[in-house]
């Protein structure tokens, strides 16, 4: 989904023409030519002028009427990072990919934090860390009353997980996604749909765990709600993966119909990291194997993609699934779902699910468009 960009930015880079000033230059037209969004750009190097505006310290962005200083005493990354997200945040990102990545602040939302925005840097995506706080509240006079106070905690709690993750982010300014943030209050599966909305989001990023009974539960009430209703592609992380790159991606395909709907998106992820596919069938006698059709498919429509094509024959997908990926060094396991009817989605136990709650790999889940 794009946004809608309607006013030309007008801004101005105010310094000496030193090489600190030429690259907060050429770091703004990245930004804003990647976001699409349009702007005009002047460069003020009149000392004068500097001194009239009462300027602390140049190099300094100028866009209406704030002036953001650029600091050059240890902190130019830093500073030139925060002019830019501010810059960028005044249009939403413009173009540029978004991913949301929900955080509650244990170890798992964390690690599936680390992961995203290493991940979103690989893709030239912006992170969105959302943090939904769910307050517990009595009934008065039929108002719910909540904790005002507790609420900017966790706000700031917020505010300081994201800074811990922008503090240290190497000396390419260019190199590492922006991390933006988002607080909201309400039942956080119904809020990180609405935000996936808003924001228009490319992918949805959340942490996942074993099989517990209290983690099924959580996963039930959150995740699965996620995983079902998002239009948009969901990868799920287990506690304790972590991103090595992505070079070898596991698509379990099975439904030549499902399989057709959701395979440009999963060429699409592939070849942004020139992974190799692995298009795995588990075969239990059940159905035709579409392997085949699918070879042709690839041969013809995207013959640039490296693919290795594999039929396995059991009656445990989801166990045939984890041995091929731990076998081939596979990075990321990929599904395809579909929409269902309420009723469906009571009585039917998907293989998607099964699988989340079983891997030990990072699952990337496709919708049917």
């Known amino acids: 989904m794009q946004n ?13 023409g030193s090489s600190s000033h030429q690259m907060v230059s050429f770091a703004i037209k990245k930004f804003l030519n990647s976001a699409e969004i349009p702007f005009v750009l002047k ?10 505006r ?14 953001l200083p650029v600091q050059s005493n240890g902190n130019f990354n830093k500073s030139l990072r925060v002019a830019i997200k501010h810059i960028l945040k ?16 244990s170890d798992v939302s964390t690690n599936a934090f680390m992961y995203g925005h290493r991940l979103a840097t690989d893709l030239g995506a912006i992170v969105k860390a959302l943090h939904v706080y769910l307050p517990t509240s009595k009934e008065l006079y039929e108002a719910t009353v909540v904790d005002v106070d507790f609420i900017e905690l966790r706000k700031s709690k917020l505010e300081n997980f994201v ?14 996604s922006i991390i933006d943030s988002e607080f909201r209050t309400g039942f956080p599966g119904e809020e990180i749909m609405d935000s996936l909305e808003n924001n228009g989001a490319e992918m949805i990023i959340m942490g996942s765990t074993g099989d517990s009974g209290s983690i099924k539960k959580w996963f039930g009430s959150v995740s699965t709600k996620v995983m079902h209703e998002s239009h948009c592609p969901v990868m799920l992380i287990p506690e304790n993966a972590g991103y090595k790159g992505v070079h070898n991606i596991l698509y379990a395909y099975d439904d030549i119909e499902l399989d057709k709907k959701v395979i440009d998106q999963l060429v699409d992820f592939s070849m942004k990291f020139d992974a190799v596919l692995h298009l795995v069938h588990v075969n239990d006698d059940e159905k035709p194997n579409p392997g085949y059709y699918l070879e042709e498919l690839f041969k013809e429509k995207y013959p640039d993609q490296k693919i290795k094509i594999s039929t396995i024959n059991s009656l445990d997908v989801v166990e045939s699934i984890d041995e091929y990926a731990k076998s081939h060094n596979i990075d990321v396991i990929s599904m395809g779902t579909k929409d269902r009817s309420f009723f469906d989605s009571i009585f039917h136990e998907s293989i998607t699910t099964k699988m989340a709650l079983h891997s030990e790999l990072p699952l990337l889940i496709l919708k049917e468009h």
């Not at 960009?5 to 000496?16: A, H, K, Q, R, S």
């Not at 800074?163 to 590492?176: N, Q, V």
């Open 4 to 16: 809608m960009i309607n006013d030309l930015m007008e801004i101005t880079v105010l310094g000496t």
């Open 43 to 52: 460069e003020e190097t009149d000392i004068a002028t500097f001194l009239q």
């Open 54 to 67: 009462e300027l602390v310290s140049v190099p300094c962005v100028q866009i209406g009427d704030e002036f």
């Open 90 to 105: 005044k249009q939403n990102f413009g173009n540029m990919k978004k991913i949301i990545i929900p955080v509650d602040f």
């Open 163 to 176: 800074k811990d993750f922008d503090r240290d982010w190497g000396s390419d300014i260019l190199a590492t």
